[in-house]
Structures are given as structure tokens and as C-alpha cells.
């Protein structure tokens, strides 16, 4: 059993086997876990929203938008040798945190599950297994030896998708 590497919010991280990763209290963010099986090289990106091209700053966090850290997530795992061409992904998060009005503000966690879903399709990465949506906040940890990514959610046990 190797380290396992805290991956903060709007933060990414990368690992090779036995290492894992987790990411604590995904909420309306998309915890995105990219795989290289062959080369067992794993990478986490916590992202909050789905676009950055929405938000004008000078210095933009990669790690904080799906349109942004899916692909710097890339970079930093080919540096460790993966292969684009085999990379796989698992989902979590994504939840409607607070339920009241319908607007779009409100809406973050499905807007998140759905720019990843089009982010991961755009780069042919093929999306193996999801936990995303419903309304409670789930902790997440993910080992690119197996590709097992373990779901916690308070009330909801453990799950491995």
C-alpha cells in the first residue's frame, strides 16, 4: 500500500502506483480521476466550476475549472508517462447542494457534471463509472493500480465504482 495524496479543492495532483488519491467533500464539484492502465498512473483534478472563460482575472487556478484542469490534469500525467490514447476516466460529485430556487447560480454541480462529461468526450477519453448528482457531498479516493474509486458519503456508506 503506497501514500495517499491529498488533492485539495480547486487543486490537482498526480501519482503512479501504489499511490492513491483522495479529495475531501465534493459537494457541487466533480472530483475527475484519469487513469493510464498499462502504465498505472493516476491523476485527480477537484474542480468547483465548469468554464473559466466566464471568470475575467489575470492569473487563472487550472485546477478550478472542467475546461481547465482536464487538460492540464493531461499534461502533468504525460510527464510521468502516460499515453493520452489510453487514459480512462471515473466522476464523482456533482451534487445540487441547495435546493431552493431553479436558477443558474444554483445549478453548479450539474453544470460541473455536464462540462466534464463534454471536456472528457471532446479529448476521447472514455468515462468508465459515475456517482454524480443527487444532494449530499461525497469524499473520494482513487487507485491507479486497480482504477477502484472509493465513494464515501455520510449516511450513504462506502461504494467502489
Known amino acids: 500500500m503506497?501514500?495517499?495524496?491529498?488533492?485539495g479543492m480547486a487543486d490537482l495532483k498526480t501519482c503512479i502506483s501504489p499511490n492513491g488519491l483522495t479529495?475531501?467533500?465534493l459537494g457541487s464539484c466533480v472530483g475527475i480521476a484519469l487513469r493510464d492502465p498499462i502504465k498505472k498512473v493516476g491523476g485527480m483534478v477537484h474542480?468547483?466550476?465548469?468554464?473559466?472563460t466566464a471568470i475575467r482575472t489575470e492569473r487563472v487556478n487550472l485546477a478550478k475549472f472542467a475546461d481547465t484542469g482536464i487538460p492540464e490534469l493531461i499534461r502533468q500525467m504525460e510527464q510521468l508517462g502516460a499515453d493520452k490514447t489510453r487514459l480512462t476516466a471515473k466522476i464523482a460529485g456533482g451534487a445540487t447542494m441547495f435546493a431552493s430556487?431553479?436558477?443558474n447560480a444554483i445549478q453548479v454541480g450539474p453544470r460541473n457534471v455536464e462540462a466534464t462529461i463534454r471536456i472528457l468526450g471532446e479529448l476521447k477519453i472514455p468515462i468508465l463509472a459515475n456517482d454524480t448528482g443527487a444532494n449530499y457531498g461525497r469524499t473520494v479516493t482513487f487507485f491507479p493500480e486497480t482504477g477502484d474509486y472509493l465513494i464515501r458519503a455520510v449516511g450513504k456508506g462506502e461504494k467502489v465504482i
Open 2 to 7: 503506497g501514500e495517499i495524496i491529498k488533492v
Open 23 to 25: 479529495t475531501l467533500g
Open 47 to 52: 474542480i468547483m466550476l465548469p468554464d473559466s
Open 101 to 103: 430556487h431553479n436558477s
